[in-house]
């Protein structure tokens, strides 16, 4: 059992197409799109009520990272805003906030993924929640992910359709390309509002 403190996406339209993604690249997973600030703690950390406020901050996406091992092959969206120092509590691990989008044992997928995530311009805005604790036990099924999915919304927006069955039965070009697709719809929404932004 494990604790951790964790920033979840504000913004509805972010939120769903990267709970999307995140789904639809590993079906498994359990949390919704967030980027973990302190942990693993064996126990529920008290420090909460003195941390500062990051309610409604604006994060920005940085494009994309990855991490390997031995045994697990990682793909981040890199992420920073002001006061996420102020926040950070993962000592054994170095500063680099980010969003998960696979983090399991294909390397295959996640070197495709990758690559083909990398030719994007992966930059956009959203704003963070304050820090919130969550509680992880190996081999725990959680449905907070699967709860919070509206496969009418993504449909609706971006034109897949997908539902809990399909995704799991996704080849992996489908997977790779809606990922695509779905990310590419929050870059390009970030360019018009700049860009409309400009002509005012």
Request: aromatic share 10%; hydrophobic share 40%.
């Amino acid at each position: 059992m494990a604790y951790f403190g964790v920033c979840f996406i504000n913004d509805m339209h972010t939120r769903m197409l990267l709970n999307a993604a995140i789904m639809i690249c590993d079906p498994d997973e359990k949390l919704p799109a967030h980027i973990t600030v302190s942990g693993p703690h064996e126990s529920e950390p008290k420090y909460l009520p003195d941390l500062p406020s990051v309610e409604g901050q604006k994060v920005s996406v940085l494009g994309l990272g990855r991490f390997r091992s031995d045994r697990q092959a990682t793909v981040f969206l890199h992420c920073g805003f002001p006061s996420i120092r102020e926040v950070w509590r993962k000592k054994h691990f170095g500063f680099n906030p980010h969003i998960t989008l696979y983090d399991g044992g294909d390397f295959i997928f996640s070197d495709k993924l990758f690559n083909k995530l990398i030719k994007e311009r992966l930059f956009f805005n959203f704003t963070s929640s304050d820090v919130r604790i969550r509680q992880s036990i190996k081999g725990q099924k959680r449905l907070e992910l699967a709860l919070e999915m509206d496969f009418n919304y993504i449909k609706k927006t971006t034109g897949i359709d997908v539902s809990l069955s399909k995704i799991k039965k996704l080849n992996e070009i489908q997977r790779i390309s809606y990922t695509t697709k779905l990310l590419r719809n929050l870059a390009e929404r970030a360019r018009e509002s700049i860009f409309a932004n400009e002509q005012h």
